[in-house]
C-alpha cells in the first residue's frame, strides 16, 4: 500500500506526498512550492523524489516543478492542453500513467481550467483532482464554462462511492457554510460542517474526502436533488431544473457568498 501524507504550502494548499516504502521512492502532486518538498526530502535522504503529477497550470500547482526537476531528475508528467514546466510526459484523457507500482488513469475534467486532468487509482480508491472537486464544493470557472464543469463534476461522481477525494486546497469549512446556506435542513451537511468545524479549531485536516460523502453534502454533486433546485430557482431570474443551469446558479451564488 502507498503511504499518502499533506505537505502544507501557502495559505491553504496542500501538496500531496506518495510513499511506497519498499523501494524508497515518492511522487508528488502539485508541488507548488519546492520549499515543503525539498525539506520532507532532506529530513528523508535515503528516499528518492521519482515522480511529480501535475492536474493543472495555475501557478500555485506549478511553481515547484523546475526546482524539484533541477534537483532531484524527477520524472514531470501533466496535461498536454496546458503549459507546464519541465514535463516530460503529456496526458491527455483515457491516458494512464505508472508510478510506484500504481496504474492511474487520467480524466479529463475541463471546467476550472480548459485542460485540467485528474489521477485515478482504481484498485486502492484513489482520485487526485486538482481544484476541480473540492470537499463540500467545486473550483472557480476560470476558463470553461458551467457545462464543461458540471458534465466533469458528473465523470468524478460516478466514481466508486469509497473513492478517496485528494483536492488541494483547505476550502472544506468555508465550502461546508455554503453547503447550509444551499440545505439548511440537511442533516448530513448539518453533521459534516459541525464536525469540519471541530477538526479546524483543532488543527487537524479535513482532507482526504470520498464521494459517498460528497454526494450526501457536496451541493455541486446534488444539482438534481429537489431542495438544491429549490434553493437556486429564482435567484437569477430563472426557473429551471436543468442540472447544467442549476449547476450555474450554485457557482454564481458562490462566486459572491
Known amino acids: 500500500m502507498i503511504q499518502i501524507d499533506a505537505l502544507p504550502a501557502f495559505n491553504d494548499n496542500y501538496i500531496w506526498l506518495l510513499q511506497e516504502a519498499r523501494s524508497k521512492r515518492c511522487a508528488v502532486v502539485d508541488p507548488g512550492d519546492a520549499a515543503p518538498v525539498m525539506a520532507w526530502l532532506e529530513a528523508h535522504p535515503d528516499w528518492t523524489l521519482s515522480d511529480i503529477l501535475i492536474t493543472h497550470h495555475h501557478f500555485d500547482h506549478v511553481g515547484g516543478v523546475e526546482q524539484l526537476k533541477t534537483v532531484t531528475g524527477a520524472r514531470v508528467a501533466g496535461p498536454a492542453a496546458e503549459k507546464i514546466p519541465a514535463r516530460d510526459v503529456d496526458l491527455k484523457d483515457n491516458d494512464a500513467i505508472e508510478l510506484l507500482g500504481l496504474r492511474f488513469e487520467v480524466m479529463a475534467v475541463p471546467g476550472h481550467t480548459l485542460g485540467h486532468i485528474a489521477y485515478y487509482h482504481a484498485e486502492q480508491n484513489l482520485?487526485?483532482?486538482?481544484?476541480?472537486?473540492?470537499?463540500?464544493?467545486?473550483?472557480?470557472?476560470?476558463?470553461?464554462?458551467?457545462?464543461?464543469?458540471?458534465?466533469?463534476?458528473?465523470?468524478?461522481?460516478?466514481?466508486?462511492?469509497?473513492?478517496?477525494?485528494?483536492?488541494?486546497?483547505?476550502?472544506?469549512?468555508?465550502?461546508?457554510?455554503?453547503?447550509?446556506?444551499?440545505?439548511?435542513?440537511?442533516?448530513?451537511?448539518?453533521?459534516?460542517?459541525?464536525?469540519?468545524?471541530?477538526?479546524?479549531?483543532?488543527?487537524?485536516?479535513?482532507?482526504?474526502?470520498?464521494?459517498?460523502?460528497?454526494?450526501?453534502?457536496?451541493?455541486?454533486?446534488?444539482?438534481?436533488?429537489?431542495?438544491?433546485?429549490?434553493?437556486?430557482?429564482?435567484?437569477?431570474?430563472?426557473?429551471?431544473s436543468e442540472p447544467s443551469a442549476v449547476f450555474a446558479s450554485l457557482r454564481a451564488w458562490k462566486d459572491k457568498f
Open 127 to 240: 482520485l487526485f483532482c486538482g481544484d476541480t472537486l473540492f470537499a463540500g464544493g467545486c473550483g472557480r470557472l476560470f476558463e470553461g464554462t458551467p457545462q464543461q464543469m458540471h458534465q466533469s463534476l458528473s465523470r468524478l461522481a460516478a466514481l466508486p462511492g469509497a473513492t478517496q477525494v485528494y483536492c488541494t486546497h483547505e476550502y472544506t469549512l468555508s465550502n461546508l457554510r455554503f453547503a447550509h446556506a444551499v440545505e439548511p435542513h440537511n442533516p448530513d451537511v448539518s453533521a459534516r460542517l459541525a464536525e469540519v468545524a471541530r477538526w479546524r479549531d483543532e488543527g487537524r485536516i479535513s482532507l482526504p474526502s470520498n464521494i459517498e460523502l460528497e454526494l450526501a453534502t457536496n451541493p455541486f454533486l446534488r444539482v438534481d436533488e429537489p431542495s438544491v433546485v429549490a434553493a437556486t430557482n429564482g435567484r437569477d431570474d430563472r426557473q429551471s
